[in-house]
């Protein structure tokens, strides 16, 4: 059954809004250096569009007394489908878990075309709106406010005899953090000299960044976050 040449019009219209709201998603992602940049987000929004187009407009030709269709069993299938799409932007390193934000965002990419397959513009624009505001306004927000991460303890252990502490300093001064010493305690483990050194770090940047980044320097064995800080803590990174 072919459909009228002004719906057509309209569904491919819904489409490329669902490409343009999604391409300002992407951009935002692609300019923070995430994951599931640009491409990404415009192919999950696009496809989530095409997809509730399909459920809600596909399968018209075949109604009848005897024959009754849902439009919202292909969307709800979407959504299940874009969560193992977003499980795969998150991964576990160092005792840090990352790519929480960039996950959701997929989710929201994935809402904003099925919102414009649908036929909801305000729906999407007020979706895209939000994403904005929550990535660059509510990041303000939080970095100004009293957390653990503005004050916290991490534990490091490196090899002995490298500078890798002279490096740790530079590494969190360039990364703005004011950088304490509370303990220091030197081993040897299989012959290797092998020094723990518990240190405070203030500063208003993600602990989380500081501590992959010590832990990527040369001669550092494990750095992560003191027991105490632990305990009961759910990491929120990009």
Known sequence: MLIEPWEALVQLGWLLLAFVLTAIVGLERHLHHKPAGL?????????????????????????????????????????????????????????????????????????????????????????????????????????????????REVRIIYNDGQGVLRDVLQTATDMGFLATVRSTEVRTDDDQRRVQVTMTFRGRASLSELTMAIGALPGVVRAGPTQRDTEGEAEDDD
């Open 39 to 151: 491409r990404t987000q415009v192919l999950v929004g696009v496809g989530a569009a095409a997809f509730t187009l399909t459920s809600a407009f596909g399968f018209s030709y075949v109604l009848g007394e005897d024959v009754r269709l849902d439009p919202s069993r292909i969307a709800a299938q979407v959504v299940s489908g874009v969560g193992f799409l977003g499980a795969g932007v998150i991964f576990f390193r160092r005792d840090v878990v990352r790519g929480l934000t960039t996950a959701a965002t997929v989710w929201v990419s994935a809402a904003i075309g099925m919102a414009c397959g649908a036929g909801l513009p305000v729906v999407a624009i007020g979706a895209t709106a939000l994403h904005l505001a929550t990535v660059y306004g509510l990041t303000a927000l939080a970095d100004r406010l009293p957390t653990r991460e503005s004050r």
